[in-house]
Structure formats: C-alpha cells, structure tokens
C-alpha cells in the first residue's frame, strides 16, 4: 500500500477558506477524502445484495426492476455523503482541537520566557513567609 503525507499549513488553509470560500474548502477536503480513505471489502454484504439481485431480476417486471435500483442508487449516494460528511466533520474537529493546542502552547511559552526574564520561580508556602 502507497503510503501519502500530506502537511497543510495554516496560511495555506486560510487561503483556501478565504479565497474559495466553503466550496473551496468542501473540494479540499473531499480531495483529501478520496486520497485517505480506504471503503472496507464487505465481501459477505456485496454476496447478499448479488443474491437478492437476482432474486428481484426473476421475480419482478423491468419497470419494477428499475424502481428497485433507483432506490438502491439513492441509498449508495446517502452512504456515500455521510460517509464523507463524517471525514469533514473528523478533519475539522481535529484541526480545532489542533489549532487549540497550538495556541495554549504558544500561550504558555510566551509565559514561560516572560518568567524566565523576570527570573521568577515557585515558592512554597514556607518559603514566603
């Protein structure tokens, strides 16, 4: 298996939100989407849907054949967008959570050198009195 990194950095992502807008940002992901995710096999379900395929095909009549492959159609293309929406929705999140931590992380460095120039350190309570 091929394996891919793919490293987006923040002006980057910004851009796209920015000058694309959401339609830009939704491409963006769905790109990555179709460059990550992997469909599982499913080779007991794929069995059973053939199985009860060519039941339907002997039983019904072709105006009612059709009819049974537009809905299963329409249930492909809903599995299909929230199978997406879910990796949108994951992506986003982490990259919140990751923007978060970035920012106490700046936070606390900032705090961290501002105390080191002021030569602070922590005292007990003994050591205050």
């Keep these: 298996m091929k394996q891919v990194s793919v490293a987006i950095s923040v002006e980057l992502w910004y851009m796209f939100v920015l000058q694309g807008g959401e339609r830009m940002k939704y491409k963006l992901l769905k790109d990555l989407y179709d460059c990550f995710y992997t469909r599982p096999e499913l080779p007991a379900q794929k069995q059973e849907i053939e ?14 054949r059709r009819l049974v492959l537009q809905i299963i159609d329409a249930k492909d293309r809903i599995a299909e967008d929230t199978s997406i929406d879910s990796f949108i929705s994951g992506f ?38």
């Design 92 to 129: 986003e999140l982490a990259w919140k959570l990751f923007m978060e931590l970035n920012y106490y992380e700046n936070e606390r460095s900032v705090s961290c050198r501002t105390a080191m120039e002021l030569r602070a350190r922590f005292a007990s309570k003994e050591e205050e009195k």
């Design 51 to 64: 199985e009860c395929h060519h039941a339907l095909s002997e039983v019904l009549g072709k105006p009612e």
